[in-house]
T-cell receptor, first 114, second 111 residues
Framework: EAAVTQSPRNKVTVTGGNVTLSCRQT?????MYWYRQDTGHGLRLIHY???????QIGDVPDGYKATRTTQEDFFLLLELASPSQTSLYFC?????????????FGSGTRLLVI | DAKTTQPDSMESTEGETVHLPCSHA???????IYWYRQVPLQGPEYVTH???QNTTNSMAFLAIASDRKSSTLILPHVSLRDAAVYHC????????????FGHGTILRVHP
């Protein structure tokens, strides 16, 4: 079954720590996205990618790097984690440029920065 | 991007048919209307989408007004599993990745 799988499901790190969130999709989709969700803000786009080696900046990119190593794998990197990055992170994939294409979301990664 | 207006919340009882309205008066001709739903601590789930014609699938019926300034997501015979926040999202091809989730409508389903 086509899916988007995120790991880890939960992560705790200290301020200044280095964190990598992983996302793998088996949908054969070209597009992948990282969102964060916080109370009162809904989902906000961090970074996205059109394909392996491609990276596009989203709406809230500060403090985040991302890398798309293959069509299936998209990573979100927090090299100096801060408490403000405590959030619920979702990865998603889609198969076309926006319209007439549905997005498939992963189950999320809960990150706590203490 | 077109702005949308949805009621903050709606109440229903299991077995009822629920009509979730969305106003998108400034929608442009090339914007599709997407509906997603999300339960707490889970990723959003695609429900349906349409451009101009009404659409139907196993989850819902989407009724789009002839002027496209509003739409209604119709959920037949709701169950407790349909309790979620429902988001109406206009989307064009130029907005890849920019699924902008507002507050949506909280649908509560009572036994």
């Amino acid at each position: 079954e086509a899916a988007v799988t995120q790991s880890p499901r939960n992560k705790v790190t200290v301020t200044g720590g280095n964190v990598t969130l992983s996302c793998r999709q088996t949908n054969s989709h070209n597009y992948m996205y990282w969102y964060r969700q916080d109370t009162g803000h809904g989902l906000r786009l961090i970074h996205y990618s059109y394909g392996a080696g491609n990276l596009q900046i989203g709406d809230v990119p500060d403090g985040y790097k991302a890398t798309r190593t293959t069509q299936e794998d998209f990573f979100l990197l927090l090299e100096l984690a801060s408490p403000s990055q405590t959030s619920l992170y979702f990865c998603a994939s889609s198969d076309a440029r926006g319209a007439n294409s549905d997005y498939t979301f992963g189950s999320g990664t809960r990150l706590l920065v203490i | 991007d077109a702005k949308t207006t949805q009621p903050d919340s709606m109440e229903s009882t299991e077995g009822e048919t629920v009509h979730l309205p969305c106003s998108h008066a400034t929608i442009s001709g090339n914007e599709y209307i997407y509906w997603y739903r999300q339960v707490p601590l889970q990723g959003p789930e695609y429900v349906t989408h349409g451009l101009q014609q009404n659409t139907t699938n196993s989850m819902a019926f989407l009724a789009i007004a002839s002027d496209r300034k509003s739409s209604t997501l119709i959920l037949p015979h709701v169950s407790l599993r349909d309790a979620a926040v429902y988001h109406c999202i206009p989307l064009t091809g130029a907005n890849t990745g920019k699924l902008t989730f507002g507050h949506g409508t909280i649908l509560r389903v009572h036994p």
